[in-house]
């Protein structure tokens, strides 16, 4: 079944995609509380 692969493979890329712009805004927020802690 090559057509349930290629719908297997796009679920991953997305997941893989949420993954990478929670990581990104996570780090964001991050280093934005640790100014904002090195500031207090």
């Keep these: 079944m090559p057509l ?3 719908v297997v493979q796009l679920v ?3 997941n893989l995609y949420r993954w990478i712009a929670v990581n990104r805004i996570g780090n ?3 280093s934005h509380f640790i100014k904002w802690l090195s500031k207090q």
């Design 28 to 30: 964001w927020l991050q």
């Design 4 to 6: 349930f692969k290629v």
């Design 12 to 14: 991953n890329i997305q």
